[in-house]
């Protein structure tokens, strides 16, 4: 499924849209874009979504962000600076997966074979100032948000 | 007193000696950048693995500088926090080992009170209270700080720190990563009429920051207008004028708002010319007087860590025998020692 996006405002609601199509189970989910694309946009819009009301940092340089909303657990990964995928293991991820939370993965390639497969798979390419949004569901939970997002516009 | 200051929050190993009465005697540095060069950021592993080859080395080299013994030693200071949670753990194991193995009282740190207090290491200190703008690849933060330990938080970056905005779109730029400094060069050569960025969060009250849509703003110029060397130049102006003016008008709102008469500008980016030009001119205009650590103390160094740990094991802290890192440590929940 594609969706264009010609702003800022409908990227966030984009984010809170897929929140909502998520439900309460965990997710993980993988979020594919360049530099700029608005990759931390939708996971801004999909933690306000869920009724985050604070600040939503880049974790560029701490590599993960935990948010805690209401009885749900978020984390927010930034794989950028990561050199080699095996470095996550020295991040913890496996005490961070044995929890039933959503993951939410920028530059998850750095990742590679140390990250369990998504639920979803999130393109989001350059149309000159507007932006393509992809959703690729990987499993059958993955199909069900994707669907839900699609259905519930 | 002489208080031995240990640094691994980050990828730079610092070790300082900080005598009470004498000033600063000894500071040592080691950077991991050729180390983490290769691969384009920083390995959290190899990052602690270096800190564990060279903390001590780092502090037999100061030691001798400061022409120090063990029995000259009054305490031992180490960065507790906030940073990459192995880094952490080696000064704080080597640091806490020490000044038990020397009979001697233990300070954690907060790797960002270091940083706020790394101008009194200089000949002309600021006096409390100043206003602090903090501006690194990690952080952007405005703090009011009325003595050790009183910390006010009046504003930070509700996204990517200034830093962390330069080095991004420096990347996007071509200019690798990271590329803050590459940047800053290229755009000297910038037109700055060319293009016009927005002033994030500069038309509503408050002083918060946000970075983030200026790197938006950057790939949308050079996706609309192509990338050839003069367009790079000119997006680069653009860009660097855009954070320039925005802390400016952020820290001059902070003088504003507190009425204080002193700004301490400190982090990788304060070593910015045009930044230091623009909060030179902003402070003139305000009747403010500004301030900067010298160059090597504006980054992470062990230096700011012995002077905060100095003030704090001469107030009577000591931490037990434990020791612990705190990678999430907020600033303002610190106390005066």
């Given at each position: ?10 990227m ?18 993988f ?71 959503i ?5 998850p ?24 949004v992809?959703?690729e ?6 199909k069900n ?9 | 007193?002489?208080?031995v ?16 009465a004498?000033?600063l005697?000894?500071h ?7 180390l ?27 030691m ?9 030693i009054?305490?031992?200071a180490?960065?507790?926090?906030p ?39 200089e ?49 996007l ?37 946000s ?5 938006t ?6 996706q ?12 680069a ?14 820290c001059?709102?902070a ?6 008469e002193?700004l ?12 230091r030009?623009?909060?030179g ?20 160094n062990?230096a ?14 000591a ?7 705190t ?11």
């Amino acid at each position: 499924m594609e969706i264009l996006i010609p702003h800022e405002d409908e990227m966030l609601a984009l984010g809170a849209r897929l929140a909502q199509a998520c439900g309460h189970s965990g997710a993980i989910i993988f979020l594919h874009g360049e530099l700029g694309a608005g990759k931390t946009t939708l996971v801004r819009g999909f933690l306000r979504g869920l009724g985050h009301a604070g600040k939503v940092k880049s974790p560029t340089y701490t590599l993960v962000e935990p948010y805690e909303i209401g009885q749900r657990h978020i984390y927010h990964f930034d794989l950028y600076r990561l050199a080699g995928p095996q470095e996550l293991e020295y991040l913890g991820i496996r005490d961070f997966l044995e929890k039933n939370a959503i993951f939410l993965v920028e530059w998850p390639e750095r990742g590679a074979h140390y990250l369990p497969p998504p639920d979803i798979e999130v393109h989001i390419d350059y149309a000159g100032s507007e932006r393509v949004v992809r959703f690729e569901p990987r499993t059958v939970a993955g199909k069900n948000a994707v669907l839900q997002l699609g259905s519930n516009p | 007193m002489r208080v031995v200051g240990i640094e691994t929050s980050c990828d730079e190993t610092g070790v300082a000696i900080y005598d009470s009465a004498r000033g600063l005697l000894a500071h040592a540095l080691h950077s991991q950048v050729a180390l983490h060069a290769e691969y384009g950021g920083v390995v959290p592993e190899l990052a602690s693995r270096d800190h564990v080859r060279k903390v001590l080395p780092l502090l037999r080299q100061v030691m001798n500088q400061a022409d120090t013994r063990p029995d000259d030693i009054g305490g031992v200071a180490y960065t507790a926090g906030p940073g990459l949670a192995g880094a952490l753990l080696v000064g704080a194991a080597v640091g806490r080992s020490l000044a038990w193995a020397w009979g001697v009282p233990a300070v954690a740190v907060h790797h960002m009170e270091g940083h706020l207090l790394a101008p009194m290491l200089e000949d002309d200190p600021p006096a409390f209270p100043f206003v602090a703008l903090l501006v690194s690849g990690g952080h952007t933060q405005l703090v009011r700080v009325d003595g050790v330990g009183r910390y006010t938080i009046l504003g930070e970056s509700l996204d990517d720190a200034a830093g962390e905005a330069f080095d991004k779109t420096a990347k996007l730029l071509g200019l690798g990563y990271p590329g803050g400094p590459a940047l800053a060069r290229l755009a000297q050569r910038g037109d700055p009429k060319r293009f016009h960025f927005p002033r994030p969060m500069t038309n509503r009250p408050g002083l918060d920051f946000s970075f983030s849509g200026l790197k938006t703003f950057a790939v949308n110029s050079l996706q609309m207008q192509g990338g050839d060397d003069q367009t790079r130049a000119d997006i680069a102006r653009a860009f660097q004028d855009a954070v320039v003016d925005t802390l400016a008008i952020k820290c001059r709102r902070a003088l504003q708002q507190t009425g204080l008469e002193r700004l301490v500008v400190s982090g990788g980016v304060s070593a910015n010319t045009a930044l230091r030009e623009r909060l030179g001119r902003i402070a003139g205009e305000e009747g403010a007087q500004v301030f900067y650590p010298r160059l090597e103390f504006c980054t992470d160094n062990g230096a700011m860590i012995a002077y905060a740990g100095c003030r704090r094991v001469q107030a009577g802290q000591a931490e037990p025998l434990a020791f612990f890192a705190t990678p999430r440590w907020p600033l303002d929940v610190l106390a005066p020692p």
